[in-house]
């Protein structure tokens, strides 16, 4: 008797074993980037419950390929028809075990298609720091979809992108071609795939899994400075303040005077990371001022260079010219 159980135990070890075996040669993407995905199903009637278990084939199929982890890939799911629905966050899975447990019993919704108010959904729901993003990762949006959306969503995707997240959108069946375009991040030979049928998602996996695989090996792309303004101004002062850019160490502001009576130089001021505004002093009256606002990503590289003294004669000296 306690020799069967023994024989039990080893054979579950095996199998726990071999399938964690298993996990670890299906991670294809090899990468120590971070990224943090977050999936926007079309749970919608048109899709259907047959093809619905095609999808959570697909999305396992891609999520097998990555190294899930805390400090690796993480993927949060969300699901849409009439409104939409975080099904897990970011954080939620931290193995690929419990991510593929999950999609394997995903929920079909049912609804109409509306795409736009589910895009700006996982902007306000799931790219956000509680739910795990991580603020240095790389993000990626990934839309999933049988229809034309019966909502807006033009503006709605171009202000996922200017969050700096990258999207990628697929299409089956029905799905609108030029939406599918509009939503996903260019070059849409990359990030857009449209195919007629559920059963050519199996296709396109490995395409998308490789692009996929590009976009988190990639840089991060750095976030610029948002919503400049300049206010408060008085004959020789006056205060600019500005969005922070997610992840910059610091700013580098550049002012100078545009209508002068007298030429003035660039002037330039520089601040830290969590500032946000400055005030500008010693101006010149009644005078306008450009100025140009760059978020600074990392440490600027230090050096000095010494120029030449002057040769006898005055003339410049002949190694320093243009050859
Ligand atoms: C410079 O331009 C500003 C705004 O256009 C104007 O108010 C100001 O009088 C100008 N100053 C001079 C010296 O021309």
Known sequence: MKMKMFLAAAALLALLLSSSHAQDTGTKCKTTAQADLVLLVDGSWSIGRINFKTIRNFIARIVSVFDISPDRVQIGLAQYSGDPKTEWQLNAHSTKASLLDAIATLPYKGGTTMTGMALNFILQN????????????????????????????????????????????????????????????????????????????????????????????????????????????????????????????????????????????EQEVRVGGEVTDVQLVQLTPSTAYSISLYALHGDALEGTGVTCAASPSGAPNPQSGPP
Not at 171 to 194: C, F, T
Not at 236 to 243: C, D, E, I, L, Q
């Open 126 to 265: 799931n790219f956000k720091t509680s739910a795990g993003m991580r603020e240095n990762s790389r993000k990626i949006g990934i839309l999933i979809t049988d229809g034309k959306s019966q909502d807006e969503i033009v503006f709605t995707s171009q202000s996922l992108r200017e969050n700096g997240i990258e999207l990628y959108a697929v299409g089956v069946n029905n799905a609108d071609e030029d939406e599918l375009r509009a939503i996903a991040s260019d070059p849409d030979d990359i990030h857009m795939y449209n195919v007629n049928d559920f059963k050519f998602l199996v296709d396109i996996v490995d395409e998308i899994t490789v692009n996929l695989c590009n976009s988190i090996k990639g840089p991060v792309p750095l976030s610029a400075v948002k919503n400049m303004n300049v206010y408060d101004e008085t004959s020789t002062t006056m205060k600019v303040r500005w969005g922070a850019a997610e992840g910059a160490t610091g700013y580098m502001m550049l002012y100078r005077a545009i209508n002068a009576t007298e030429p003035q130089l």
